[in-house]
């Protein structure tokens, strides 16, 4: 029997249903399913995606992707995305995902409606739309992987951002900020562990010692200053003018030296503080450059690698991008694909033999070198990503570039924007 279920608009562009198919007969039985555009659709079928998921146990597996403009064209009532068959008194439980392309999509798209109904025949159908009340997370995680956006393979399994400029940009603190990916198990600091956004300023908001504490340079201090958990730069954006949305002192040179500093522009609002989340960061470090991969990173990150008596792990709001983020940010490129700027040591990618590594990551500031939060196990040396592209260990007193990053607390959604510069997506709680 025929069965139809209407989808409601959603200006991010993507639409999904939950749909159980029926076999109550007695014997085998044949179904078709199809997408129909309401009449108030206003979006053209050529930029949809779909993606066709199956229940297998309680996650819910692709069986069907369909690229936009491939199976439109076939049909003229709809887009078929499943015609299969069914044993006797069984059950299918589907999620259908509709998604607008984002490399087609233009500015004027948002004021679009995406309005589709799901149709099938041959046996009993019941639908229900299960998009209510997605979080941001969720709402990425939907995209699953695309040429923008990769699994990172770590015991984690975090979905990130990769090439040169993805449409991850979102509208965050009245500017620009870009979403690194979600992620996995986080911590908020109570044990509790979650699946959460995590992202970082596009602009940096000024060239600042990591800490100011220590005098000499390499491993020569009297005061060691590579712990991030009393880094003067952590106090500024935790707790000071950054923090505050006002003026103040950075740390800026040995000694104590500072600069002076103003953030009645670019602070934090409230708006945005109510947005952020505690995590526990991770803080373990390297105690080598030269030979750590990608996937090296990410565990070391993790470890208890540190300058002696200097902790492995800090609860707070704002912190920095790690080595690892950096890495897999890369989608390579035509001569050196990313499967292999993954496995070349990252100190190495400075060489122009590699230049896809570099040139195809989004997090690579050119002419600038920009802090991580990774140290080593010395007392006076800190992870940077420098100008030429490599990460390196340098000393924390330097005026390297800051770029905040954060994890967005977990019911964040994303309310509207198709994530491009010039219509980032927008959060709300």
């Known amino acids: 029997m025929p069965m139809s279920a209407d989808e409601t608009a959603l200006y991010l562009g993507t639409c999904d249903y939950k749909l159980s198919v029926q076999n109550t007969g007695s014997l085998k039985g044949a179904y078709t399913l199809k997408l129909v555009a309401n009449e108030d659709n206003t979006i053209e079928a050529s930029k949809l995606k779909v993606v066709l998921r199956k229940q297998e146990g309680e996650t819910f597996q692709i069986v069907g992707g369909y690229e936009q ?182 740390p800026l040179g040995a000694n104590g030296s500072t600069t002076a500093c103003d953030f009645t522009n670019n602070g934090l609002t409230e708006e945005a503080k109510s947005m952020i989340g505690n995590a526990l960061w991770n803080l373990g470090g390297s105690s080598t450059e030269d030979d750590v991969t990608t996937s090296m990173f990410y565990e070391r990150e993790r470890g208890t690698t540190v300058y002696s008596g200097h902790t492995t792990e800090w609860i707070g709001k704002i912190g920095l991008m790690y080595p690892s983020d950096y890495g897999y940010a890369t989608s390579g490129g035509t001569t050196t694909d990313r499967e292999t700027c993954l496995n070349k040591e990252l100190y190495n990618w400075y060489d122009s033999s590699v230049s896809d590594c570099k040139n195809n990551d989004w997090l690579y500031t050119a002419g600038s070198s920009k802090w991580t939060l990774t140290s080593t196990s010395y007392n006076n040396l800190m992870f940077g990503v420098d100008s030429n592209g490599r990460v390196y260990d340098c000393n924390p007193l330097n005026g390297n570039t800051s770029f905040p990053t954060l994890y967005l607390k977990s019911n964040v959604k994303i309310s509207g924007g198709t994530g491009t510069s010039s219509n980032p997506f927008v959060l709300s709680l």
């Open 69 to 250: 403009g491939k199976i439109v064209s076939e049909l003229s009532d709809g887009i078929l995305i499943q015609d299969d068959e069914m044993e006797q008194n069984t059950t299918t439980v589907y999620s259908v995902s509709l998604i607008i392309d984002d490399s087609l999509a233009t500015d004027s798209d948002t004021s679009k409606v995406l309005s589709y109904k799901i149709e099938g025949t041959g046996l009993v159908h019941e639908s229900q739309d299960i998009h209510t009340d997605k979080t941001a997370a969720e709402t990425i995680l939907s995209l699953g992987e695309t040429s923008a956006l990769a699994y990172d393979g770590t015991t984690d399994n975090n979905l990130r951002y990769i090439g040169a400029d993805p449409n991850n940009y979102v509208s965050f603190n009245n500017e620009l900020w870009r979403i690194i990916g979600v992620f996995n198990n986080i911590d908020d600091g109570t044990g509790k562990k979650e699946t959460r956004l995590k992202i970082i300023r596009n602009e940096s908001i000024g060239s600042y010692s990591w800490d100011n504490k220590a005098s000499g340079t390499g491993t020569s201090t009297s005061v060691v200053s590579n712990d991030w958990s009393d880094s003067t730069l952590q106090l500024v954006l935790n707790e000071g003018a950054y923090w505050n949305q006002t003026t103040g002192e950075c």
